[in-house]
């Protein structure tokens, strides 16, 4: 594990508690050194880190804000230019560029675990973290399949489930479902602060829902929202769309109804997504098609849950006939 806050600290306890070998290494020493009062393996630097994993063919996680990868890519092709790679970075097409341009001899697959807070720093880590979570494995035609499994086992000891996508589908999809909101928390929650002292006093769930991941630490909003900006942008403008509608609307008949209905509706489209019926079933990973497979798979609600030598055990919507 490189980087050891919310997400990688995570990762480490979980990995740990499933029982399998795994070390981390961080800059920061903070976090490292609450690692180590915890009791988990932390190497004194990253350098020491990569070379354990080469001595051991271990799969290194970058677990690092997205403008940190660079730098950490930088090294891992001066000391380990041919180790399994995986990442939990909340944008994939960034992360993807930067392994093709600096690292070409890794085998890597991007990760993104669906699971965080607005707290960070290795303090707000919980080996339960991904317990019943989605964790996006990327799903390329041209992917190294080893790792792809290696990486899936990784979601699983950490008790995620794996939704298997392609890189820009992925980053589309976030776009709008969490980089958007976070860039709406933000709005709102300036927006409420301007409202002054009285605002703030009769503040309640409403506004506490709605801005609860503005307390997210600025530089990593602002990293993972400008990272993703070719996907965030339509987003941003179809929201924007619709704000100027609802506007138009309440400034000249002074109804709102089209604007709240469709927003019942979308919300009513997650309670559906989340109460549907998934049934079981295995996928052979054999044949040229399997990338596409999967990746259907993902885009119809479904998610792997289990792993065998030569087929993937999967939850999915019952097809309709």
């Known amino acids: ?6 997400i990688g600290g995570s990762v480490l306890r979980a990995v740990t ?3 399998r070998p795994v070390w981390g290494a961080t ?3 903070v976090d490292a050194s609450e690692a180590v009062a915890a009791g988990y393996p932390v190497e004194q630097t990253v350098a020491g880190a990569l070379r354990r994993a080469v001595d051991t063919d271990a799969l290194v996680v970058l ?3 997205l403008d940190a990868v660079g730098g950490l890519l930088a090294t891992i092709t001066e000391l380990a230019p041919q180790c399994r790679l995986t990442d939990v970075v909340s944008v994939k097409a960034p992360v993807a560029d930067m392994v093709r341009r600096h690292t070409p001899l890794v085998r890597y697959v991007g990760g993104h675990p669906m699971a965080g807070t607005a707290e960070s720093g290795w303090a ?3 080996e339960d973290l991904f317990r019943d979570a989605a964790w996006v494995v990327n799903t390329e035609d041209d992917g190294d399949a080893a790792v792809w499994r290696d990486v899936v086992r990784l979601a699983l000891d950490c008790g995620a489930h794996v939704v298997p996508a392609g890189i820009e589908e992925h ?3 976030v776009a709008r479902v969490s980089h958007l909101p976070h860039v709406l928390a933000a709005v709102l929650a300036a927006v409420g602060a301007d409202g002054g002292p009285l605002a703030m006093a009769l503040a309640a769930g409403s506004f506490a829902d709605g801005t609860r991941v503005a307390g997210t630490r600025p530089e990593l909003v602002a990293a993972m929202c400008e990272g993703n900006r070719d996907a965030l942008l339509p987003a941003v403008d179809e929201a924007l769309g619709r704000l100027g509608a609802a506007r138009g609307s309440l400034a000249s008949t002074g109804a ?4 709240v209905r469709a927003g019942h509706t979308g919300r009513q489209a997650l309670d559906a997504s989340r109460a549907i019926e998934l049934v079981e079933e295995r996928v052979e990973l054999t044949g040229a098609t399997v990338p596409e497979r999967l990746r259907e798979l993902g885009r119809r609600g479904g998610r792997v849950i289990g ?9 999915a919507p019952r097809d309709e006939d």
């Open 171 to 173: 980053d589309a999809a």
């Open 307 to 315: 792993l065998e030598e030569h087929a993937v055990v999967v939850r």
């Open 256 to 259: 709102l109804t089209a604007t």
């Open 17 to 19: 508690a499933a029982g």
């Open 63 to 65: 677990a690092a804000p």
């Open 27 to 29: 800059t920061s020493t």
């Open 124 to 126: 707000a880590g919980s």
């Open 1 to 6: 594990m490189l980087g050891l806050g919310l």
